[in-house]
């Protein structure tokens, strides 16, 4: 007895075509013909294309910042030709936020550091 549980089909595969029946809307509707400024050719598959998205990536480049204020590590692509960051993590209204909070909380310490060397 063998150990494998196989299910192995009986006889010769068969392969079976489908063929879907036509739509209504396809039975009922009416050939149309195109001036030759509106129809639509196939491209010359001998032209490149315009978008090499190589070049796009080549321009892009990754950055690692610390930004201080925040006491956070952003993360950053920039475009190398415009030198416009094209995305961050965390945005900026987020550092804005927590450079906000961690100078209150500074703040906070530094008094409570006052208050305590008052009294002594």
């Given amino acids: ?15 079976a075509t489908y063929v879907e029946p036509a739509s209504n809307g396809a039975k009922t509707a ?5 001036p030759p400024d509106k129809a639509v050719t196939a491209p010359d598959p001998s032209v490149q ?6 070049a796009e990536t080549d321009r892009l480049s990754k950055q690692v910042i610390i930004d201080r204020a925040a006491a956070e590590i952003v993360y950053r692509t920039v475009d190398s030709r ?5 995305r961050q993590y965390p945005d900026e209204a987020r550092l804005r ?8 909380d500074l703040a906070r ?7 305590t060397d008052l009294r002594v």
């Fill in 82 to 86: 415009t030198s416009l960051v094209v």
């Fill in 97 to 104: 936020a927590r450079a906000y909070l961690r100078a209150m």
């Fill in 30 to 34: 009416v050939q149309t013909q195109l």
């Fill in 1 to 15: 007895m063998s150990a494998d549980f196989n299910i192995k089909p009986v006889g010769a595969s068969v392969s």
């Fill in 49 to 54: 294309a315009r978008i090499n998205p190589q």
């Fill in 109 to 115: 310490e530094d008094n409570m550091r006052r208050n």
